[in-house]
């Protein structure tokens, strides 16, 4: 069955590292939903974050191939972990009439949304948060009229690091 | 120094002796510095890809890294079918192509391609050098990665600029840091332990293996472990050699063209362990099909192809000689027992057989069949793709390992001329036969000029049935045999559903080998009736220097046995019976 995977792929910083891994992943025939590619704490180091829909034997044929590139240092499929915190970012700019303005300004409010800009005709809201509240927020805000949005992709990181005998480090 | 001898100081510390290549505009430096380092041969090909096949040639018949420098742009373009050919049967080359000043990278100048582009995909790593600083490192790093681990094939990208740039401290690292490479050699103990209780209990254990043996040096330990165990095994067409020919426990080669022993004894067995194998649809037929009655244990140093294939129960990540060593130690002595006798009683039923030619002309199997007495167990066989591959590969007598050596994963027509050349430039001292067909010889065909100039014995046979004789079999089997542009003798005046009637065909076959040779000043000899065979061998055979002989074979020969593709193994076609 085929389902959403977050990877995190921790590669050298090193020139086409990107093209590598998204031309490994085209050659191979696996798609990419989404991909983050930042630099770390360490110039050397940067880390790609990648969404892709496969079932379990692909995405584990797509981490051991990614992990053959010879600037991997290391990948984890963190779908199944409960132990990472997982973002996304989202712009949203809405087609506005005066008379909900005020409905669309108090979702926002509970939703920790924030107002960038706001004109005659439109408004403009940022938002992060897990990739399930930014989902809700796209279906609630949808009846008011989008007119484009940009999402981020998601990005994420380890909570606590865990042992090697798989027990919490720590808290 | 500047990058160019940079350059070649790093290639000679690395043990290179060998270059095969083509010069061109970007890398005139680089060919400057070689015209005054007589340690270093340079074998001048008639085309890039032709070096870059030598290069691999002399790489699988020496276990070294085979070492090719070329231009940019058609240089470099020309190479990748060389590289891919690499990349697919895991042979370590590092190639060198010169790039454009790098101020003008990426203003498509003159003889500009995107190297690092083209090759990603069909190599294990590349590199453009864009500061000379980084150069001495990226060469200690390119021959690390390809021969270490899985090996296989390195692109160095190298603008000429960066050739030209002056370094005042150059030293030669000593050592590699590369935190995203660690190859595990070591296979874990407990899995071992596990496989090796696993051949205890088993009724019906199989091995088998493949390139991945010879790559890791693994034919000793190999042999050993059948000697304590005496488990039958089959062999791959990337493994032939590690396994003799009349060992008692081998039973052939598996797949497609495989023996009916080896495929029935993958059918039925009940553990099956597979080392330095992936698995390739050529061998398995559909993978849920395969081998479905074993546990399947996987030893292979590449992690990645555990389980891409075919689902694996007991995987083992190492090298197979370390892994293959530790199972010995592990495993209890296994006695001949009513499962040997079975495989046995198999290969003795169904041996590979051949029928006599009805229309006179000689048949191909007895070529090979035939030059098993002209020639001893130093010899290396190299062979291109196609049918003659496939008759090479079942009929010849291989006793050693990179001994024969044949492009399995990419089946590249035109790949046996020029290893042959590798293969005998890096063994000087050992014959060399190249089969060929009479498709496959064209594709590199110039490369009689290097083989001519240079003075290498290479014994060639052509395998002429006059036809792309693999694709015409599969047209005849599974096409109604309607022969689409296979015939080598049609022309634009040939009726269109002409089924390629000897008697009836009224054209010459272009060119004449045997012409063709001679104008490369090498000997050419033409058998064209059965009785003409063995005088053919013995005279080219016994020749000093090289020797091209064409032999004029049934056109219409099919290799047999045969699993159509996409059926399992036990559904095997076996032809007339002779």
């Given at each position: 069955m085929k389902e959403k995977h977050t990877?995190?792929?921790?590669?050298?910083?090193?020139?086409?590292?990107?093209?590598r891994i998204s031309g490994l992943l085209y050659q191979r025939g696996f798609n990419i939903e989404s991909a983050i590619a930042a630099p770390t704490e360490d110039p050397k180091i940067y880390k790609v974050i990648l969404v892709v829909e496969e079932s379990d034997e692909y995405i584990e044929q797509i981490v051991k191939q990614l992990n053959?590139?010879?600037?991997?240092?290391?990948?984890?499929?963190?779908?199944?972990?409960?132990?990472?915190?997982?973002?996304?970012?989202?712009?949203?700019?809405?087609?506005?009439?005066?008379?909900?303005?005020?409905?669309?300004?108090?979702?926002?409010?509970?939703?920790?949304?924030?107002?960038?800009?706001?004109?005659?005709?439109?408004?403009?809201?940022?938002?992060?948060?897990?990739?399930?509240?930014?989902?809700?927020?796209?279906?609630?805000?949808?009846?008011?009229?989008?007119?484009?949005?940009?999402?981020?992709?998601?990005?994420a990181m380890a909570e606590y690091q865990k042992s090697k005998k798989g027990e919490k480090n720590g808290s | 120094m500047n990058g160019a001898e940079i350059l070649i100081d790093a290639l000679k510390k690395e043990g290179v002796n060998t270059i095969f290549g083509y010069p061109g505009g970007v890398v005139i430096p680089i060919f400057d510095v070689l015209y005054s380092t007589p340690d270093i041969r340079f074998v001048l090909t008639r085309h890039e890809q032709g070096a870059t096949h030598a290069a691999d040639g002399y790489s699988r018949s020496t276990g070294k890294v085979g070492v090719c420098l070329v231009t940019s742009g058609p240089g470099a373009t020309n190479t990748i079918t060389g590289i891919a050919t690499a990349k697919l049967d895991s042979s370590p080359l590092v190639v060198i192509s010169g790039q454009v000043h790098t101020s003008n990278i990426g203003s498509d100048a003159f003889q500009e391609t995107d190297m690092i582009g083209?090759?990603?995909?069909?190599?294990?790593?590349?590199?453009?050098?864009?500061?000379?600083?980084?150069?001495?490192?990226?060469?200690?790093?390119?021959?690390?990665?390809?021969?270490?681990?899985?090996?296989?094939?390195?692109?160095?990208?190298?603008?000429?600029?960066?050739?030209?740039?002056?370094?005042?401290?150059y030293t030669y690292p000593e050592t590699i840091d590369l935190p995203g490479y660690k190859p595990v050699l070591e296979g874990n103990t407990l899995q071992i332990e596990k496989l090796a209780r696993a051949i205890e209990q088993a009724k019906k254990p199989l091995l088998y293996t493949g390139g991945g043996i010879i790559a890791a040096n693994a034919t000793d330990s190999l042999l050993a472990l059948l000697d304590k165990t005496q488990i039958p095994i089959v062999v791959t067409l990337m493994g032939l050699g590690s396994v003799p020919y009349d060992h008692p426990c081998y039973l052939g080669m598996p797949g497609m063209h495989g023996t009916i022993a080896a495929n029935k004894a993958l059918m039925e067995c009940d553990l099956l362990i597979a080392v330095g194998v992936r698995f390739d649809d050529r061998v398995t037929g559909p993978p849920h099909l395969f081998a479905n009655q074993a546990t399947i244990a996987h030893i292979d140093i590449d992690p990645a192809e555990i389980g891409k294939n075919v689902k694996t129960h007991l995987p083992v990540v190492g090298d197979a000689k370390y892994v293959l060593e530790e199972l010995y130690r592990h495993v209890k002595p296994r006695l001949p027992d009513a499962w040997n006798e079975r495989t046995t009683y198999w290969k003795k039923q169904y041996p590979l057989t051949y029928r006599k030619s009805k229309d006179g002309l000689i048949s191909p199997q007895s070529v090979i069949d035939k030059l098993n007495?002209?020639?001893?167990?130093?010899?290396?066989?190299?062979?291109?793709?196609?049918?003659?591959?496939?008759?090479?590969?079942?009929?010849?007598?291989?006793?050693?390992?990179?001994?024969?050596?044949?492009?399995?994963?990419?089946?590249?027509?035109?790949?046996?001329?020029?290893?042959?050349?590798?293969?005998?430039?890096?063994?000087?001292?050992?014959?060399?036969?190249?089969?060929?067909?009479?498709?496959?010889i064209q594709m590199n065909i110039q490369e009689l000029a290097t083989c001519s100039i240079n003075h290498l014995p290479i014994k060639i046979l052509i395998i002429n049935n006059t036809y792309l004789g693999m694709v015409r079999q599969w047209q005849d089997l599974f096409w109604n045999k309607k022969y689409s542009q296979v015939c080598l003798k049609q022309g634009p005046t040939c009726p269109p559903d002409c089924t390629g009637d000897p008697k009836t065909c009224p054209f010459e076959y272009i060119p004449d080998f045997v012409k063709v040779a001679e104008a490369y000043n090498i000997k050419g000899l033409r058998a064209s009736t059965p009785e003409e065979v063995i005088p053919v061998l013995k005279e080219g055979i016994e020749t000093q220097g090289p020797v091209l002989m064409e032999f004029m074979v049934s056109r219409e020969e099919n290799v047999f046995p045969m699993v159509s593709a996409g059926k399992p193994l036990s559904d095997i076609m076996t032809g007339d019976k002779p």
């Open positions: 990877i995190i792929v921790t590669v050298i910083n090193s020139p086409g590292v990107l093209a053959k590139l010879i600037d991997t240092i290391r990948v984890v499929d963190i779908s199944h972990k409960d132990n990472y915190i997982v973002r996304e970012y989202i712009i949203l700019k809405l087609d506005i009439q005066q008379k909900n303005r005020t409905d669309l300004l108090e979702l926002s409010k509970q939703f920790n949304a924030h107002v960038i800009d706001i004109s005659i005709d439109h408004i403009i809201i940022e938002l992060s948060g897990n990739p399930q509240k930014i989902d809700r927020f796209i279906e609630l805000v949808r009846p008011f009229g989008i007119k484009e949005y940009v999402r981020s992709g998601e990005f | 083209l090759t990603r995909s069909i190599c294990k790593h590349n590199y453009l050098v864009k500061d000379v600083h980084d150069l001495a490192k990226t060469i200690k790093e390119a021959f690390y990665i390809a021969k270490s681990g899985r090996p296989g094939p390195v692109s160095i990208d190298l603008p000429v600029n960066v050739q030209n740039a002056k370094v005042k401290n007495d002209f020639v001893g167990p130093e010899t290396l066989v190299v062979t291109d793709v196609g049918q003659h591959q496939m008759w090479a590969a079942m009929y010849y007598h291989h006793q050693k390992p990179r001994h024969f050596l044949s492009s399995g994963g990419l089946g590249t027509m035109g790949f046996g001329l020029p290893a042959a050349i590798g293969a005998s430039i890096g063994n000087p001292q050992k014959p060399v036969v190249c089969i060929s067909g009479d498709g496959s």
